[in-house]
Structure formats: C-alpha cells, structure tokens
C-alpha cells in the first residue's frame, strides 16, 4: 500500500480498462517512424494546451502520434494534480497503462502533467511502471526520452525523474497537435499565479504569473484561424491579468482584444478563469464594444461569505457584488459562469444560506458547485473546524439542484428568440453545436433540426428547450419569418 497525495494506491487490478476513450482521437498516418506515442489527455484546458504542444514537438521530431495506445511504443500519461478526484483519475489512468505495458507492444510509460511536476519522487518510488517522470522544464527534451525508452524496450530500469523548476518560460505554442476540432481552440495568453488563495495548491507547480509574450501569442491566434479555428478560448490562471507584468509595454487585455477581433477567419472570443479584480474600464469598454467578444465571461468567485472569503484569502463580498453589477451595467446582454466551493473549513450553515441566496438572487447563467478538496501545502489544509464529507456532499447538492432551476428556466426563455450557434458535430444526421452563451465542454449544447457542417456559425431559432439544452431550427424562412 502506498500514498500519493493523500491518495492510497492499491487494488491495480480494477485499472485493466481500456484507456481508448481517453487516448488521442486523430490517428496519424505511420511512414516508416521507428517509434509512436500516444497520450491520454487529463486534466483542464491548460493541461490540453500543454498536451498538444507536446505532440506538436514529437510529431516534428518524428515521431508517430497514435489514437491506439495498445499499438503505441510509449504511452503518455498527462496528469492533472488539482483535486483529490483528478489526482485519482490520474493514477488510475497510469496503472491502466501499466496493465498494456504487461501484455502489449508497448514498452514504456512516461507521466507528464501538473501531478508529475507536484508528486514526481512518489510517482517513481511507488510506481515502478512508470519509465520516466517528466515535469514542465523537461518537455523541451522530451523527444528524447521517448526514443531512448521505446529503443531500450521492455528492460526495466530504475525510473528517471525530471521535473525542474515550476516557472517556465514559454515557447512557442503554435506548432500544435490539435486535440479538440479545428474550429474552437484554447489559446494560453499567460501561465502562472501570484495570488494566495488558502485552498490553492497551483503557484507551487505551475509557478510564478507570467504573460505570454505579445507576438506569440497574435501569432498563435493567426496561425490557428489560418488552420481552421474560428472560436478562440483565451485561457490562464488569471486571464484579465494579460500584460500586467509587461515592463516597458502598456499593452493590456483590452488591446489584445481589439488585436485578435482584427483576424480573419476568427468570429468568437471567449474570455475563461477570469478572477475577481483587473477589470478595467478599457477591458469593460473593449467587452462591450466588440462583437467577436461574447458577451460571456467566466469568472470563479469561490464564495459569498466575507467570514469564509477572508479563510480563503480572496476580495470580499461587498467588492465583488461592486463588480458583478458593474459588469452588467456596462455590457448589454453579459452572462456569467462561475463556481463556488463547499464545505470550506469553518463554513457555517449560515454562511451557507448566505451562499445559497446569492446564486438564487445573481441568477448565474451557468454554474459550477464542489466540495471543499484538501491539498497538501496549502494554509486550508491545516485550518481548524474541517466540515464533515456528508455535510460538504449536502451543501454541494443544494446549491447544484438550485442553480439546475435557473438554468432550465433561462433555457425556456430562449424559446422563440434567435440565437448564433457554432456547430460542433454531427449526431444521427443532425448538427450539434453551442450557443454563444456557452463554453466548449463545459456548458450546455444546442440540437439544431438541419445537417450542417462542424466549424460553420448559423443563426437558428429556439424551437423548444430540454432541459438545460436547446432544440432550433436554422432553416432561413423559420430563421427570418414570423415565429409560431
């Protein structure tokens, strides 16, 4: 028996599934390279990012991209570290690719992710199946490693960890393996935090805050419009905090909206991980005023309660509500996404009804709810009064099945409006795809009643609501007639 992160790791035996649900979806075409990868992506859309990054370097290295990890040479697991229930997906996804390791062609198991870069001396003591640990600094010789393990084949020797440091500097991110469809893509703008969230365990393997350097990042947008992309994703730990740490450079967030809107090809900006301060009234301004902007902002607020806000070490209610109505006031038609923890150490029932009355009364247009997760290192970890799991579990669902009301009634409001939908796919003949009003993944979906082709943005009619979705119609004369 042994732990990792608090997890135990025992029972392998439950992990002999199948990890090609999870592995690459996009097969590429074998031509004489002597060596193949395939990667089981976890994690958020930082850890995508990362993950197509890296394949885009060993496909450019030659080396083969597979979507059957059973005929791969090395299989690569990248983990996320986040929470207690991504650290045990990870593991899990380790030790199933420990089970092909036994009785496939593959010969080697190398980890990457924020778990390897948080637990890498764990990872190689207690999981000798694992070839190499490899964090952050280490994906630049990554290649490298890959040959030298799938070349040695199954010969075992003692697990080889790199990891380095957690601040890292970028490196061009556009030669990447796309993992998503072509048309909508996460793009980075900055890696890092500097905040000191109690709970928060991510500036200790993710690093410092640091901004994307300008030219990476417009090219980067240019290259994925010029590939297809017509949705960008911005992503960071602190998005709105794009630029703050440009010395000689007043270019902000604001600017490089108005830069990236200037693409051709792009039609949605979306802006994700947006935290509860930077928001300028240039950013405002910029929000409002362009049209590629969806007027959707996704902005984590963890809690209400000022006793529970301050043990987390986050801005207080009173600025936050300051903002929140701030933001409606200035942009027209904004809809919000956010998420809120549970059960945080020393969160009274009264600071939970405080929490429940504000998303009654706010009426997020999507939301998020989990319990508190202890994580090792962090101040929350060792707080005193720690909230029963049955009582995290209660509030959580609560505060679920509430936010569940207001979303199926704002989709019964769209009945009979039209609304721009991006297609996603196709399924059983008919297009699928998302509103504006909703993030890939994440959010809700609309079924629209036409075949339409993915990456194609259409206006359609509500005809009916399930739910949180939406059925339309985008036939032009229902689109543009008289609604019944």
């Known amino acids: 028996m042994a732990f990792i992160g608090g ?34 992506p976890l994690g958020c859309p ?62 080697g198991i190398v ?14 003591e207690e999981l000798p199946e694992v070839d190499a640990v490899v964090g952050f600094e280490g994906y630049k010789s990554l290649g490298e490693k ?35 469809p072509r048309h909508t893509a996460y793009m980075r703008v900055a890696e890092g935090c500097d905040h000191a969230c109690s709970f928060c365990a991510i500036p200790s393997f993710r690093g410092k805050f640091r901004s994307k350097p300008w030219d990476q990042v417009v090219e980067e947008a240019r290259l994925l419009a010029a590939k297809g992309a017509v949705e960008l994703n911005l992503i960071a730990e602190d998005t709105n905090q794009y630029g703050i740490d ?37 950013l405002i301004d910029a929000i409002a005023n362009i049209d590629k902007v969806v007027k959707y902002i996704d902005i984590p607020l963890q809690h209400i309660s000022d006793p529970v ?8 209610a009173k600025h936050t509500k300051r903002l929140l109505n701030r933001l409606r006031d200035r942009i027209p038609e904004v809809e919000f996404r956010s998420t809120f923890i549970t059960g945080f150490p020393g969160e009274t029932q009264r600071d939970h009804e405080e929490l429940v009355n504000f998303v009654k009364d706010f009426r997020f247009h999507r939301g998020g709810f989990f319990t508190y997760s202890e994580e090792d290192g962090t101040p929350a970890a060792v707080l005193d009064r720690q909230i029963p799991e049955e009582i995290k579990t ?31 796919r196709i399924e059983d003949g008919r297009a699928v795809g998302r509103a504006r009003f909703d993030a890939p993944e994440i959010d809700c979906i609309v079924h629209l009643l036409q075949d339409i082709p993915p990456g194609l943005v259409v206006k ?4 009916e609501s399930d739910l949180f979705d939406l059925l339309a119609d985008a036939n032009p004369q229902v689109v543009n007639g008289d609604y019944v």
């Open 46 to 107: 930082k850890n995508t990012v990362d993950a197509e990054v890296m394949l885009g370097d060993l496909e450019q290295q030659g080396i083969s991209v597979l979507d059957d990890e059973s005929s791969a040479d090395v299989i690569i697991v990248n983990t996320c570290g986040f929470i207690e229930d991504a650290k045990r997906e990870s593991i899990e996804a380790i030790l199933a690719a420990a089970e092909l390791k036994q009785g496939s062609t593959t010969k």
């Open 111 to 124: 980890v990457t992710g924020c778990l390897a870069q948080r637990y890498a001396s764990q990872l190689a």
């Open 394 to 424: 209660a509030r959580r669902d609560e505060l679920t099945s509430i936010q569940q009301d207001i979303q199926a009634e704002f989709a019964e409001e769209k009945i009979g409006k039209v609304i721009d939908v991006l297609v996603d």
């Open 246 to 282: 440009f010395k000689e450079d007043n270019r902000r967030l604001s600017d490089l909206l108005y830069e990236l809107a200037d693409i051709e090809g792009i039609q949605w900006i979306r802006l994700l991980y947006c935290y509860p301060s930077y928001f300028t009234d240039e």
């Open 7 to 40: 997890l135990c790791i025992q029972g392998r035996d439950r992990a002999s599934s199948s990890l090609s649900s999870r592995s690459v979806r996009r097969s590429v075409e074998v031509t004489e390279k002597p060596v193949s990868v395939s990667l089981v």
């Open 460 to 463: 359609a009619r509500v005809v």
């Open 309 to 316: 806000l301050k043990r987390m070490n986050r801005p207080g």
């Open 146 to 180: 890959v040959r030298k393990i799938a070349l040695n084949g199954k010969k075992k020797s003692r697990s080889t960890v790199e990891v380095g440091k957690a601040t890292v500097p970028f490196r061009p991110e556009w030669g990447r393996r796309r993992l998503a």
